[in-house]
């Protein structure tokens, strides 16, 4: 009876002691999620024609080390290696941006659009600032319909207590919240805001190489606006400079 005792306590022991070291092994791994950039919503003119441009952002997965480092930094613009040199030693991920998809050499690249101003109306849409939030015009106006057009994505990754990516596991993505898919119709016409700004330019041009002071040589700015009478929509609007 003794020995059957003993037996059970020496299995126990062993029982609490692999569980242990099991936790103890486990604690050290951790789940760390990243978030991406969201697309932003576009502007249109009064036909659907879209007002701003789009071109692919990437974003790749750094992982800790070296090797990491190494294999991201012929592709990261010069004003992001900075950052990627200071966080080379850091024991978790982070996401990057790079130059181009990198996904065929083996390394975690999404994409993201990037929403710019293009030349048409840049004075009335505005300018956006280093975070892609509007600071001005109507992408200020307007800004928290736009900033929620994309999806909200995460990437998680698995990792073990020396930084890398639990056997077997691979980084996910995810969407975390759906976007809108959202953007600004305007009564704006494309074509006939490109006439007017060219009109205008024009007219300035033409005012101070051939008209004398007073009459016009002197003028350094104007404006025009183009209204459709019977809604009172704006059609076309230029400001110089």
Known sequence: MLVL??????????????????????????VQTLALPRARGDFYDRTGRRLTGL?????????????????LFPYVPYAEQSLLYERRNLASPFLIQVDRDLTAQGITTCT????????????????????????????????????????ARTVTCFMTAQGRLLTDTSPLVAVET???????????DADLQKTLQTA??????????????????????????????????????????
């Not at 005792?5 to 486990?26: E, I």
């Not at 024009?202 to 007073?214: E, V």
Request: glycine share 16%; with cysteine; hydrophobic share 40%.
């Open 112 to 151: 993201v659009p990037q929403h710019f101003g293009g030349s048409t109306a840049a004075h009335l849409l505005g300018y956006l600032d280093s975070e892609g939030r509007g600071v001005s015009g109507l992408e200020k106006a307007y800004d928290d319909l736009l900033a929620a057009s994309g999806d």
């Open 55 to 71: 071109s692919p952002q990437y974003y790749a997965l750094c992982l800790p080390g070296d090797a990491g480092y190494t294999a």
């Open 200 to 241: 205008l330019q024009n007219q300035m041009d033409t005012l101070r190489t051939t008209k004398g002071i007073g009459a016009g040589r002197e003028v350094r700015a104007g404006a025009a606006v183009v209204v459709d009478v019977r809604t009172g929509g704006i059609l076309a609007a230029a400001s110089l400079p």
């Open 178 to 188: 759906p976007g809108t898919g959202q953007g600004v119709r305007l009564t704006l």
């Open 5 to 30: 005792l003993a037996g059970v306590v020496l299995c126990r022991t062993y029982w609490v002691g692999q569980q242990t070291a099991y936790a103890a092994s486990a604690g050290g791994q951790s």
